[in-house]
């Protein structure tokens, strides 16, 4: 079975392309998702972010994003810090979550937005990049989390730019709204099924 990564900057559509792949009967490991479950639920992980961060990282066992986000976001010492508990624990739940899929499944997905910066690319057999004008990209991420322009490009400074993924990924599909992105994602479809 293979195991595609796919990635993009905030806003280009990877979720929506995800979605799509999922139609086909493609199942997806959405990184993002496991990682607020698992800063949650995995008691080693809650331990090491409390030891490294304060008590008040969680507040009546929930995780206090707020109070963590104002120590990581202006801080790349610190987002390091977090990164380095929290990414091989999010590793170690789609080890899990891949022992559960099928054998017949043809391939799955790792959908995550920081796949080149964490190094979860090199678990995976190919990588996919989706793209959006920066415009496009300010327009939907202003639009789906009420946020200012500003807020979102402070964002995107914290990713690699689409310029540097480029040379890392394998397929690409362009989220821009002129092609559509269903066929993008089937002819992309047939290309992996292709590689079996």
């Not at 390091?80 to 080890?95: C, I, S, T």
Request: aromatic share 10%; glycine share 8%.
């Amino acid at each position: 079975m293979l195991k595609i990564g796919i990635t993009g900057g905030i806003g280009s559509g990877k979720t929506t392309v995800c979605r799509v792949f999922e139609t086909l009967g493609i199942p997806v490991f959405y990184a993002d998702t496991a990682a607020k479950e698992i800063m949650a639920n995995d008691l080693d992980l809650v331990k090491g972010i409390k030891e490294t961060f304060g008590e008040g990282s969680y507040t009546g066992g929930v995780l206090n994003n707020k109070y963590l986000a104002d120590i990581v976001f202006n801080n790349p010492g610190e987002l390091a810090k977090l990164n380095a508990l929290v990414h091989p624990a999010v590793f170690r739940g789609f080890d899990v979550w891949l022992s559960q899929v099928p054998s017949y499944v043809p391939y799955i997905l790792k959908e995550a937005a920081l796949l080149f910066e964490s190094g979860s690319y090199k678990a995976c057999d190919y990588s996919l990049l989706v793209t959006a004008p920066l415009q496009t990209k300010l327009d939907r991420v202003v639009k789906r989390d009420g946020v200012d322009e500003v807020q979102v490009k402070v964002r995107m400074d914290k990713q690699l730019s689409d310029e540097e993924k480029i040379k890392m990924a394998d397929f690409f599909i362009r989220n821009d709204e002129t092609q559509s992105l269903i066929l993008q994602v089937y002819d992309l479809h047939r290309q992996i099924l292709s590689k079996q």
